[in-house]
């Protein structure tokens, strides 16, 4: 099986379900026009996965994005320190979506699916947010956080899969395995 993505978190994620993967990078852009988050997220997995599998014909390739949905707005990775206070300003005392699509290919077979968890967010006071970027690189983390990490303060609570924010639904990747074997 190979795990097309160079998150770390991703890779221990994975290894809950098998310790029998390796790591290929997909190194695929990330832009694209699509606005909807779920189906965006959807499209990047397969992308990513997509330009592994076509250099690894016959084996398993995981491919998966993650964005953040709030009030209609969606937060990919900042781009700066300015942008990651942004997202954070506005993810204080706010109820948003992480959304994090995730496709597997085997050969002619395909599965790509969104899992979506929504987490609140207390009302951040101030000095928090600088305080938090000085504590946790943000730089590579979706909405400028990361829920394993210390911005565990910030959350009141969480309705969905806690594994999909850090970056992959474990349980659902593990059923589209499942229904890929069937
Ligand atoms: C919201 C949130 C995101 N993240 C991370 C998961 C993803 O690694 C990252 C979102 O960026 P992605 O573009 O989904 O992934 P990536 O660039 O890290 O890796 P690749 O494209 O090679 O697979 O944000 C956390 O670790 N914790 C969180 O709480």
Same mark, same amino acid.
């Given at each position: ?17 098998? %310790? =029998?993967?390796? @790591?290929?990078?997909?190194?695929? &852009? !990330?832009?694209? *026009? ?5 189906? /965006? ?28 949905? %709030? =009030?209609?707005? @969606?937060?990919?990775?900042?781009k &700066? !320190?300015?942008? *990651?206070?942004?997202?954070l300003?506005? /993810? ?36 928090e ?35 999909n ?5 474990v ?12």
């Open positions: 099986m190979i795990l097309a993505s160079a998150s770390p978190r991703r890779k221990e994620l994975l290894s809950l379900i098998t %310790a =029998d993967f390796r @790591v290929v990078i997909s190194g695929t &852009d !990330e832009t694209c *026009a699509v606005k909807d988050p779920r189906s /965006l997220v959807r499209l990047l997995a397969e992308r990513k996965a997509y330009s592994v599998a076509e250099k690894y014909p016959g084996e398993t390739v995981i491919g998966a994005d993650t964005v953040v949905e %709030a =009030d209609g707005e @969606v937060f990919g990775k900042p &700066d !320190e300015a942008d *990651a206070r942004r997202m300003g506005r /993810l204080s005392g706010c109820t948003h979506f992480v959304h994090t699509g995730v496709c597997v290919v085997r050969g002619e077979k395909h599965l790509a699916k969104t899992f979506t968890t929504k987490v609140r967010f207390r009302k951040l006071a101030d000095g947010i600088d305080l938090y970027l000085k504590q946790e690189d943000v730089t590579d983390k979706a909405g400028a956080y990361a829920i394993q990490g210390p911005a565990a303060k910030f959350v009141e609570g969480i309705d969905g899969c806690f594994f924010v850090v970056g992959l639904p349980s659902g990747l593990y059923g589209m395995l499942q229904e890929l074997e069937g």
